[in-house]
């Protein structure tokens, strides 16, 4: 089976300052990654993914996330915050036959104060 | 960029009629789409998998019959929820494989979804 956690329901930080959004992700074989973001009432954007490239991961707007087999994490970071950032953020695993089912992460609110 | 459209983006009906949501990629063709389900403040759940000019193929739990789904096209897939209940109110995304190219086979691009509320 395949899953993912998203360890913080939310997170805050200061514009300006560094964005971490971690996720954990469980599977059976090598997996593919996405993270993907929603602005309120507006569609899933694609941030980046993992295909089994380079493990580290550069995105659009700043955003990266690496990818670490020993230790099944995907954390997503960015050096500095926008206040446009503010939105909900998934982590996205690749489900198990069939290439693009994918399983989502609970999310991340991630909020952006002045 | 890849574009997933819908439509219509809200729809209030009563309890027990029929609602049809459409979802297009505008700008490349879409051999698979899917559609998810997303409750207030909780994660997409894929209700099924839609493959143009076949059978859609429904996760576990979610009815076949009360939920249905036509690929006609490679542009085009429509849900149809049917004898609508309050319980079936949600936010319905949906989104769209690329058949090849530079849109990808591997990437899913997401419509901005369909919030649906039955009185």
């Known amino acids: 089976a395949q899953s993912v956690t998203q360890l913080d329901s939310h997170v805050s930080v200061s514009e300006g300052t560094p964005v971490l959004l971690r996720c954990n992700y469980s599977s059976s074989y090598s997996p593919s990654l996405f993270w993907y973001v929603q602005h309120p009432n507006k569609g899933l954007q694609l941030l980046l993914k993992?295909?089994?490239?380079?493990?580290l991961v550069k995105g659009i707007n700043g955003f990266e996330a690496e990818f670490k087999k020993s230790e099944t994490s995907f954390h997503l970071t960015k050096p500095s915050a926008h206040m446009s950032d503010a939105a909900e953020y998934f982590c996205v695993v690749s489900r198990k036959g069939g290439y693009n089912k994918l399983i989502f992460g609970a999310g991340t609110r991630l909020a952006v104060h002045p | 960029g890849a574009v997933v459209s819908q439509h219509p983006s809200w729809v209030i009906c009563k309890s027990g009629t029929s609602v049809k949501i459409e979802c297009r990629s505008l700008d490349f063709q879409a051999t698979t789409m899917f559609w998810y389900r997303q409750f207030p403040k909780q994660s997409l759940m894929l209700m099924a998998t839609s493959n143009e000019g076949s059978k859609a193929t429904y996760e576990q739990g979610v009815e076949k019959d009360k939920f249905l789904i036509n690929h006609a096209s490679l542009t085009l897939s429509t849900l149809t929820v049917t004898s609508a209940h309050p319980e079936d109110s949600s936010f319905y995304i949906c989104?769209?494989?690329?058949?090849?190219?530079?849109?990808?086979?591997?990437?899913?691009?997401f419509g901005p979804g369909t919030r649906l509320t039955v009185l």
């Open positions: 993992y295909t089994s490239a380079a493990t």
């Open positions: 989104s769209a494989r690329g058949t090849s190219g530079r849109k990808g086979t591997d990437t899913q691009y």
